[in-house]
Protein backbone atom coordinates (compact mmCIF):
# COMPACT_ATOMS: atom_id res chain seq x y z
CA UNK A 1 0.00 0.00 0.00
CA UNK A 2 3.05 2.37 0.71
CA UNK A 3 4.35 1.57 -2.69
CA UNK A 4 0.87 2.72 -4.35
CA UNK A 5 0.91 5.93 -2.42
CA UNK A 6 4.76 6.44 -3.45
CA UNK A 7 4.01 5.99 -6.67
CA UNK A 8 0.50 8.24 -7.07
CA UNK A 9 2.30 11.15 -5.28
CA UNK A 10 5.13 10.72 -8.00
CA UNK A 11 2.58 10.55 -10.97
CA UNK A 12 0.54 13.82 -9.56
CA UNK A 13 3.86 15.74 -8.56
CA UNK A 14 5.22 14.85 -12.44
CA UNK A 15 1.71 15.90 -13.80
CA UNK A 16 1.78 19.31 -11.42
CA UNK A 17 5.41 20.20 -12.66
CA UNK A 18 4.51 20.11 -16.37
CA UNK A 19 1.47 22.02 -15.58
CA UNK A 20 2.86 24.49 -13.65
CA UNK A 21 5.70 24.92 -15.99
CA UNK A 22 3.52 27.16 -18.41
CA UNK A 23 1.79 29.10 -15.88
CA UNK A 24 2.76 32.12 -14.35
CA UNK A 25 3.97 32.85 -10.85
CA UNK A 26 0.82 33.49 -8.86
CA UNK A 27 -1.44 30.95 -10.33
CA UNK A 28 1.27 28.33 -10.05
CA UNK A 29 1.36 28.73 -6.30
CA UNK A 30 -2.72 28.76 -6.23
CA UNK A 31 -2.33 25.88 -7.76
CA UNK A 32 0.49 23.68 -5.85
CA UNK A 33 -1.83 24.93 -2.96
CA UNK A 34 -4.89 23.59 -4.04
CA UNK A 35 -3.14 20.58 -4.91
CA UNK A 36 -1.80 19.87 -1.54
CA UNK A 37 -5.02 21.44 0.19
CA UNK A 38 -7.02 18.29 -1.55
CA UNK A 39 -4.21 15.83 -1.25
CA UNK A 40 -3.96 16.67 2.44
CA UNK A 41 -8.13 15.93 3.03
CA UNK A 42 -7.44 12.55 1.04
CA UNK A 43 -5.23 12.08 3.26
CA UNK A 44 -7.00 13.10 6.72
CA UNK A 45 -9.88 10.96 5.56
CA UNK A 46 -7.53 7.88 4.73
CA UNK A 47 -5.82 8.69 8.37
CA UNK A 48 -9.55 8.67 10.32
CA UNK A 49 -11.09 5.59 8.16
CA UNK A 50 -7.93 3.45 9.54
CA UNK A 51 -8.15 4.76 13.02
CA UNK A 52 -11.44 3.79 13.03
CA UNK A 53 -10.78 0.35 11.72
CA UNK A 54 -8.03 0.47 14.72
CA UNK A 55 -10.20 1.56 17.25
CA UNK A 56 -13.07 -1.35 15.99
CA UNK A 57 -10.16 -4.18 16.32
CA UNK A 58 -9.15 -2.97 19.48
CA UNK A 59 -12.80 -2.73 20.74
CA UNK A 60 -13.70 -5.99 19.94
CA UNK A 61 -10.26 -7.51 21.40
CA UNK A 62 -11.01 -5.33 24.58
CA UNK A 63 -14.81 -7.09 24.80
CA UNK A 64 -13.28 -10.69 23.90
CA UNK A 65 -10.95 -10.40 26.96
CA UNK A 66 -13.46 -9.02 28.86
CA UNK A 67 -15.79 -11.94 27.82
CA UNK A 68 -13.44 -14.39 28.54
CA UNK A 69 -12.06 -13.23 31.95
CA UNK A 70 -15.97 -13.02 33.01
CA UNK A 71 -16.05 -16.72 31.71
CA UNK A 72 -13.20 -18.08 33.68
CA UNK A 73 -14.71 -16.10 36.63
CA UNK A 74 -18.02 -17.55 36.19
CA UNK A 75 -16.15 -21.50 36.08
CA UNK A 76 -14.23 -20.42 39.15
CA UNK A 77 -17.16 -19.53 41.14
CA UNK A 78 -18.71 -22.11 39.88
CA UNK A 79 -16.68 -24.51 40.73
CA UNK A 80 -16.12 -23.08 44.17
CA UNK A 81 -20.22 -23.20 44.97
CA UNK A 82 -19.96 -26.84 44.15
CA UNK A 83 -17.34 -27.75 46.67
CA UNK A 84 -19.20 -25.89 49.02
CA UNK A 85 -22.61 -27.80 48.19
CA UNK A 86 -20.59 -31.13 48.82
CA UNK A 87 -19.29 -29.86 51.95
CA UNK A 88 -22.74 -29.21 53.27
CA UNK A 89 -23.84 -32.46 51.94
CA UNK A 90 -20.83 -34.13 53.87
CA UNK A 91 -21.57 -32.19 56.56
CA UNK A 92 -25.44 -33.40 56.50
CA UNK A 93 -24.88 -36.48 56.38
CA UNK A 94 -22.18 -37.25 59.07
CA UNK A 95 -24.56 -35.10 60.87
CA UNK A 96 -27.38 -37.04 60.87
CA UNK A 97 -25.12 -40.37 60.64
CA UNK A 98 -24.90 -41.30 57.59
Known amino acids: MLVCLFQAREAQKAALVEKVKTMESSDAGNTIYRVLQQRHMQEKVQQEE ?23 EREELLAEQEKVEQLSLTFKFRFIGI
Not at 50 to 72: G, P, S
Open 50 to 72: QFNRELATAKADARAQATEACQA
